[in-house]
């Protein structure tokens, strides 16, 4: 078999030694880019939701400034491209900071690539995780909120065991979307200097000059991921709509 490999294959030793965890192989690299990719994601990913949430319920129920600060946000993040987002978070974000620090006389902080990566991407999710959410609560029959109301639950109640449940599974497929998007929006963070899986799998290629094979290969992680994120999140989904009925 081997050698049906190596016929169809000729370069299969060096590929296998050049995506060796083992250095001089470049694979360990590869693979700690996607530990730290995939680390960005679900912090970007939670924070995305968090946020995700309280926007929803500020643009249903908040009043005309929230809405109308919350329509600006959402709409602004929708509309600029991601990349752009990222350079003007990161670095104007960056100075802004160090500029209110040294106003109250404290030392300039230098932010660490993780938390800075989490913090612009997971503002980029809550803008789409507001909407997702919102349509999700909206959709919610209104008969579930008014029996609800007249057991005497108050409105954290009524989210908490009647809303919250029930929307769920109607925003989870696209939930599932925007945990792809984060996992492919850390490539961005590459122009910023963060050693997620596209900086490295760059660097590799240009120190070996063996583009295909490692863009290749980061190509497949990518595809892993989404392969089993979408595995994951078909497993919630069923979970969730456990004794509902289904169309």
């Not at 960005?40 to 995305?48: Q, V």
């Not at 709409?75 to 987002?85: F, G, N, Q, S, W």
């Amino acid at each position: 078999m081997l050698d049906g490999l190596h016929a169809f294959w000729p370069g299969l030793e060096a590929t296998l030694a050049l995506l060796s965890p083992q250095p001089p192989g470049w694979g360990g690299g590869l693979l700690r880019g996607a530990l730290n990719s995939l680390i960005i994601a679900l912090g970007a990913f939670g924070l995305g939701a968090v946020i995700g949430i309280f926007g929803a319920l500020g643009k249903l129920g908040g009043g005309p400034v929230t809405r109308d600060l919350l329509a600006v946000y959402t709409t602004v993040v929708r509309a600029v491209p991601e990349l752009i987002l990222i350079l003007l978070l990161y670095y104007a974000g960056t100075d802004l900071l160090n500029q209110v620090l040294a106003l109250v006389g404290q030392r300039p902080v230098e932010i660490s690539g993780v938390v800075a990566g989490i913090g612009v991407l997971g503002v980029v999710q809550g803008a789409y995780a507001t909407e997702v959410l919102r349509g999700a609560i909206q959709a919610v029959p209104r008969g579930q909120l008014e029996a609800a109301r007249a057991y005497g639950m108050s409105r954290g109640q009524t989210f908490r065991r009647v809303t919250f449940p029930a929307m769920l599974p109607l925003a989870l497929p696209g939930l599932s979307n925007l945990w792809l998007i984060a996992t492919k929006d850390t490539a961005l963070l590459a122009v910023v200097g963060f050693s997620e899986l596209t900086l490295e799998t760059r660097q590799a290629a240009g120190s070996t000059r063996a583009y295909f094979t490692f863009f290749l290969a980061a190509g497949a992680l990518y595809l892993l991921m989404t392969l089993v994120s979408g595995r994951f999140f078909g497993w919630l989904e069923t979970q969730f709509r456990r004794g509902q009925v289904q169309p």
